[in-house]
């Protein structure tokens, strides 16, 4: 069974950094382009972060730009997302996906970790 | 910027059929994906490019796009197919992946 998990998460002050970590299983994570969602409690889904294959392309979304970095290590088949400079407004619950493709959607999802951000 | 417009809620009773609208410009040329979220539980995709259900979605699961709406339908709805329901895109002008604001469908 195709899976990620997500880990990393917890309680974080104000300008204080994270790092996220991406595991999949059942598949190599090397084949696939991978992005990263976000979800505020009681809020939408957020797309925040993509990576091609290689890691030669990265597109971030504005709210996390020149904070979040995206990464990969292929041989360790997981995705990475550095979080600097974090903002009691980053409280979300993270997610990784797979990115099939802009024709066919995310899949799968892991079941994300949760940030929090608090002084 | 781009922007998807989703009700924030719907409500429909077992056994009928419920309709989950998805507004955009030009929404027909931007390969457009459903993905339903029950609470505490990760998205899951049930659409892909507007129409398409991946292995394992039931066929009760249908979408399609008219101008410049994209239709979720649900038909046959049971309790268990009460959840969140978002629409979600490539915008290429931007280079940014974009999200509805999500429907919540109630199944009375």
């Known amino acids: 069974e195709e899976q990620l998990e997500e880990s990393g998460g917890g309680l974080a002050r104000p300008g204080g950094s994270l790092r996220l970590s991406c595991s999949a299983s059942?598949?190599?994570?090397?084949?696939?382009?991978m992005i990263w969602v976000r979800q505020a409690p009681g809020q939408g889904l957020e797309w925040i972060s993509y990576?091609?294959?290689?890691?030669?392309?990265?597109y971030s979304a504005d709210s996390v730009k020149g904070r979040f970095t995206i990464s990969r290590d292929n041989a360790k088949n997981s995705l990475y997302l550095q979080m600097n400079n974090l903002k009691v407004e980053d409280t979300a619950v993270y997610h990784c996906a797979r990115d099939r493709g802009m024709r066919l959607g995310f899949d799968p999802w892991g079941q994300g970790t949760l940030v929090i951000v608090s002084s | 910027s781009y922007v998807l417009t989703q009700p924030s809620s719907v409500s429909v009773a077992p056994g009928k059929t419920a309709t989950i609208t998805c507004g955009g410009n030009?929404?027909?040329?931007?390969?457009l994906h459903w993905y339903q979220q029950k609470p505490g539980r990760a998205p899951i995709l049930i659409i892909y490019?507007?129409?398409y259900r991946p292995s394992g979605i039931p066929e009760r699961f249908s979408g399609h796009v008219s101008g410049n709406t994209a239709t979720l339908t649900i038909s046959r709805v049971e309790a268990g197919d009460e959840a969140d329901y978002y629409c979600?895109?490539?915008?290429?002008?931007?280079?940014?992946?974009?999200f509805g604001p999500g429907t919540q469908l109630t199944v009375l």
């Open positions: 990576i091609t294959q290689t890691g030669s392309t990265i």
């Open positions: 490019s507007y129409k």
């Open positions: 979600q895109v490539w915008d290429s002008s931007s280079v940014h992946y974009l």
């Open positions: 030009n929404i027909g040329t931007k390969y």
């Open positions: 059942g598949f190599s994570l090397s084949s696939y382009e």
